[in-house]
């Protein structure tokens, strides 16, 4: 039988959850020859993804990633982590900004599974789009 990505995530999960350091070293080990036995390390980076999602789904945390064409501003770095809250219910948002000068203006917003994307590079080939059909 195959182990989906998420279900060793899960499993994963369910077996560090409020363990000491001593059995979270043990437990990964344990995980990482399973992973072996059943040729699936190629899976580990995935594993490892959406074991952060359900960690931090937990923990009420979300990371995001902001790439804009120019450096944000203060009040505009908190606006997007006001949104983020507000959109996710998250106590705490790990904001990381990019800057991207292709974007033109605008920005693109990745968070959770989600992409929210206001650059005008995008809405200029909508547009580019909408014309040509």
Do not use: C
């Not at 899960?10 to 080990?29: G, I, M, P, T």
């Not at 992973?35 to 980076?45: D, I, Q, S, W, Y």
């Not at 990019?98 to 590079?121: A, N, P, Q, T």
Request: charged share 30%.
């Amino acid at each position: 039988m195959k182990v989906s990505v998420q279900q060793y995530a899960k499993s994963l999960y369910d077996s560090v959850f409020e363990k000491s350091e001593k059995e979270v070293k043990a437990v990964l080990k344990s995980f990482v020859a399973i992973l072996g036995r059943n040729r699936e390390l190629n899976k580990a980076e995935e594993i490892i993804r959406v074991f952060n999602e359900l960690w931090n789904k937990e923990h009420g945390e979300v990371n995001a990633t902001l790439v804009s064409a120019r450096e944000l501003g203060p009040t505009a770095r908190e606006t997007v982590t006001h949104y983020l809250k507000e959109k996710t219910s998250a106590k705490k948002i790990s904001l990381k900004e990019e800057v991207d000068e292709k974007l033109i203006g605008g920005f693109v917003l990745k968070y959770d599974s989600k992409v929210l994307d206001g650059s005008l590079k995008t809405s200029l080939e909508n547009l580019k789009n909408n014309i040509s059909n």
